[in-house]
């Protein structure tokens, strides 16, 4: 299996920018499409962003496109989330899958991190 690590989360002021981090070990990082997720408080998780295998392709929801922009460097084995113009409504917690494919847009993601914690206040 792979394993997934967030960090970089953290409280900040709306406005701000934040960079979070997710790295993998424990098998072929290049082998796997990766997304970003936040679930907030009595809310549903969405997705946030999405970047292939090869990470030459993304995707980014409506909330987030323009604001936040994923990458990953396979060398590194890790994907970045970067956040600029961070909303109050972006307030959730944050967290990394990964699916064993080459596509972009897998249906499940199989293999989840733990999560960290974004803060944005007024």
């Known amino acids: 299996q792979v394993q997934l690590v967030e960090s970089g989360g953290g409280l900040v002021q709306a406005g701000d920018s934040l960079k979070l981090s997710c790295t993998a070990s424990?098998?072929?990082?290049?082998?796997?499409?990766v997304g970003w997720f936040r679930q907030a408080p009595g809310k549903e998780r969405e997705r946030v962003a999405g970047?292939?295998?090869?990470?030459?392709?993304?995707l980014h929801a409506g909330s987030v496109k323009g604001r936040f922009t994923i990458s990953r460097d396979n060398t590194k084995t890790t994907v970045y989330l970067q956040m600029n113009s961070l909303k109050v409504e972006d307030t959730a917690t944050y967290y990394c899958?990964?699916?064993?494919?080459?596509?972009?847009?897998?249906?499940?993601?199989?293999?989840w991190g733990q999560g960290t914690q974004v803060t944005v206040s007024s």
């Open positions: 424990g098998r072929t990082f290049d082998d796997f499409a």
């Open positions: 899958a990964a699916a064993h494919t080459t596509f972009l847009n897998p249906t499940n993601y199989d293999f």
């Open positions: 970047i292939n295998a090869n990470g030459d392709f993304k």
